[in-house]
């Protein structure tokens, strides 16, 4: 497998293992209260990270609103064939909207842990060219699904 | 006191009332800025996985780890987020490892 898709499944196991840990890890009761979660959103001690449905709003709700095509269909011959070119189209880029958030949550991942700490100027140089990167990655990932051969073959 | 002003870092109180462990650990702690329960748990989880190499018993004795230490009151709620980030990046890594692999 690919190195970038790797990346994607653990990018996905962190966001299950993120949630695992908020809800799972309690308190013992030995120093506190039995049963407390540790790490939990009003605690504080997660980072900034919310664990929340929201995140899946892009594929939840945008997905299944009404593509409209924009602008007149002075063309009436063709008219159908621009629906369905523009239906294509805005389906398409609704996916690439929402595989976009999740194709570099591993960098965010990052971003919020140790971005925090570094300088604003570093953090604002790091984070963007780590996201080039697995972006050019993910360039020869595609390459290596559409032809089946790696880029270095 | 023998520390002078530094006596409540030295740890000189808990040792004169017996407690030479509590002691250490006061030492160590203002050493450490409120950083040693933390460190203690990075290295621990560290050694444990060259030693074993295996993530199920580091996250298992992280969980622990946490489910004893983790709301007392000598421990730095920063240094809670760091542990998060540990046991967050060990259970990603065990469910690959179940999934993926």
Same mark, same amino acid.
């Given at each position: 497998?690919?190195?970038?898709?790797?990346?994607?499944?653990?990018? $996905?196991?962190?966001?299950?293992?993120?949630?695992?840990?908020?809800?799972?890890?309690?308190?013992?009761?030995?120093?506190?209260?039995?049963?407390?979660?540790?790490?939990?959103?009003?605690?504080?001690?997660?980072?900034?990270? &919310?664990?929340?449905?929201?995140?899946?709003?892009?594929?939840?709700?945008?997905?299944?609103?009404?593509?409209?095509?924009?602008?007149?269909?002075?063309?009436?011959?063709?008219?159908?064939?621009?629906?369905?070119?523009?239906?294509?189209?805005?389906?398409?880029?609704?996916?690439?909207?929402?595989?976009?958030?999740?194709?570099?949550?591993?960098?965010?991942?990052?971003?919020?842990?140790?971005?925090?700490?570094?300088?604003?100027?570093?953090?604002?140089?790091?984070?963007?060219?780590?996201?080039? &990167?697995?972006? $050019?990655?993910?360039?020869?990932?595609?390459?290596?699904?559409?032809?089946?051969?790696?880029?270095?073959? | 006191?023998?520390?002078?002003?530094?006596?409540?870092?030295?740890?000189?109180?808990?040792?004169?009332?017996?407690?030479?462990?509590?002691?250490?650990?006061?030492? /160590?702690?203002?050493?450490?800025?409120?950083?040693?329960?933390?460190?203690?748990?990075?290295? /621990?989880?560290?050694?444990?996985?060259?030693?074993?190499?295996?993530?199920?018993?580091?996250? *298992?004795?992280?969980?622990?780890?946490?489910?004893?230490?983790?709301?007392?009151?000598?421990?730095?709620?920063?240094?809670?987020?760091?542990?998060?980030?540990?046991?967050?990046?060990?259970?990603?890594?065990? *469910? /690959?490892?179940?999934?993926?692999?």
């Amino acid at each position: 497998m690919n190195s970038v898709f790797r990346l994607i499944v653990f990018t $996905i196991f962190l966001n299950i293992a993120t949630g695992l840990v908020m809800y799972g890890v309690t308190d013992s009761g030995v120093y506190g209260t039995k049963g407390t979660q540790i790490f939990s959103d009003n605690t504080g001690n997660t980072f900034g990270i &919310v664990y929340n449905e929201s995140y899946t709003s892009t594929f939840v709700g945008d997905m299944n609103t009404t593509i409209n095509p924009t602008g007149d269909l002075e063309d009436r011959d063709n008219a159908i064939y621009r629906v369905l070119d523009k239906m294509n189209l805005g389906f398409l880029t609704r996916i690439k909207d929402a595989v976009t958030k999740y194709l570099f949550g591993f960098i965010q991942f990052i971003q919020s842990t140790i971005g925090p700490y570094m300088e604003p100027a570093l953090a604002n140089f790091i984070f963007p060219t780590l996201k080039t &990167v697995i972006f $050019i990655g993910y360039l020869l990932g595609v390459w290596l699904l559409f032809t089946g051969r790696a880029f270095s073959d | 006191m023998v520390c002078g002003n530094l006596t409540a870092v030295c740890g000189w109180t808990e040792l004169f009332d017996g407690n030479p462990i509590l002691a250490a650990f006061t030492m /160590y702690d203002a050493s450490m800025v409120g950083w040693t329960i933390a460190i203690l748990f990075i290295v /621990y989880q560290m050694m444990l996985f060259m030693k074993a190499r295996n993530l199920a018993l580091n996250f *298992i004795t992280g969980v622990f780890f946490l489910s004893l230490f983790a709301t007392a009151t000598f421990i730095k709620t920063i240094s809670l987020q760091v542990m998060f980030v540990i046991l967050v990046l060990e259970m990603a890594g065990l *469910i /690959y490892l179940w999934v993926a692999k």
